[in-house]
């Protein structure tokens, strides 16, 4: 397993500066040692102007927030990460690589819940390179293989919750928004560290039922809704009921059998649960006639 190391090149300025002066040298003591027929020192001086030319091909520039892998023959040498203009041996083969932070957004995947129901869902990625020896040299393609594995990612998410939490506390892709984001980031950056990559963040940007259960299950949400909302008011009612019978037999306004308590609860509980206004309707008798 290689692992970064940072490689410390020369100054860039300096080196050409050298360079440049070595090369302008050489061609004026070649013209010089061509006028005194000199051929042996006319051949060095040929080679000196040569190779100065050659080791031009070591100078390189890293911007900020970008790396060079430098490769020998086959050998990693280190990761050239400090900004600025470097000279290193122009033998070696320097691989750019962006230490940036970059987006990825994954297709709209079409997979079964947790419950079976298809669903469709797509993701965000947030990452970067941390790692450059490991991105280059431990994946074919660093880019590639961020976005099968975010994909598989979000995939194998998908499959382990459901859509809807159908209990109290139970965790689902619509609900759990905050949880579901964690567990997404972890899940990546598992898969993708030994690429020497990062995950910064990781949310569903995209989640719907598949087309052809879509209505269907429009519909099972708003009965849950309205099921849920008949909940609370029937406890509502309930409520209210319990402190107006409490408040007539501490206030003594009237005296109330068992009977007419529950002609009084059930005359409460049908004004306060029903879906529509109460009608009036004029006793002329009483509740024993």
Same mark, same amino acid.
């Given at each position: 397993m290689l692992q970064e190391k940072e490689l410390r090149g020369w100054s860039g300025w300096l080196m050409l500066i050298l360079l440049?002066?070595?090369?302008i040298f050489s061609v004026g003591a070649m013209i010089g040692a061509a006028r005194q027929d000199q051929p042996a020192v006319v051949v060095v001086l040929t080679i000196v102007f040569i190779s100065a030319s050659f080791s031009m091909g070591g100078l390189t520039v890293v911007n900020p927030n970008e790396a060079r892998v430098v490769v020998l023959f086959g050998t +990693?040498?280190?990761t050239l990460k400090r900004p600025g203009f470097w000279w290193v041996n122009p033998l070696t083969r320097r691989r750019r690589v962006s230490l940036r932070v970059r987006n990825f957004e994954s297709t709209k995947s079409k997979v079964n819940d947790q419950d079976g129901n298809p669903i469709e869902?797509? =993701? &965000? &990625? &947030?990452?970067?390179? &941390?790692e450059t020896a490991e991105a280059v040299f431990h994946v074919d393609d660093y880019e590639h293989y961020v976005r099968v594995q975010s994909e %598989?990612?979000?995939?194998?998410? =998908?499959? %382990? +919750?459901? +859509?809807?939490a159908h209990v109290e506390g139970q965790m689902s892709l619509r609900m759990s928004v905050v949880e579901i984001a964690h567990k997404l980031r972890d899940e990546i950056h598992e898969r993708l560290a030994k690429a020497g990559v990062?995950? !910064?963040?990781?949310? !569903?940007?995209?989640l719907a039922y598949a087309p052809e259960i879509a209505s269907v299950m429009l519909r099972r949400q708003q009965a849950s809704a309205v099921i849920a909302a008949r909940q609370k008011i029937v406890e509502g009612a309930v409520g209210m009921v319990h402190m107006a019978l409490e408040q007539l037999s501490q206030k003594h306004v009237v005296e109330l059998d068992e009977e007419r308590k529950a002609a009084m609860v059930s005359n409460l509980l049908v004004v306060l649960c029903a879906d529509r206004e109460a009608q009036p309707i004029v006793n002329t008798g009483t509740i024993y006639q």
């Open positions: 440049i002066l070595l090369m +990693y040498q280190g869902i797509a =993701a &965000v &990625v &947030v990452w970067k390179v &941390v %598989s990612a979000v995939r194998t998410l =998908a499959t %382990s +919750y459901p +859509y809807d990062e995950v !910064i963040e990781a949310r !569903i940007t995209h």
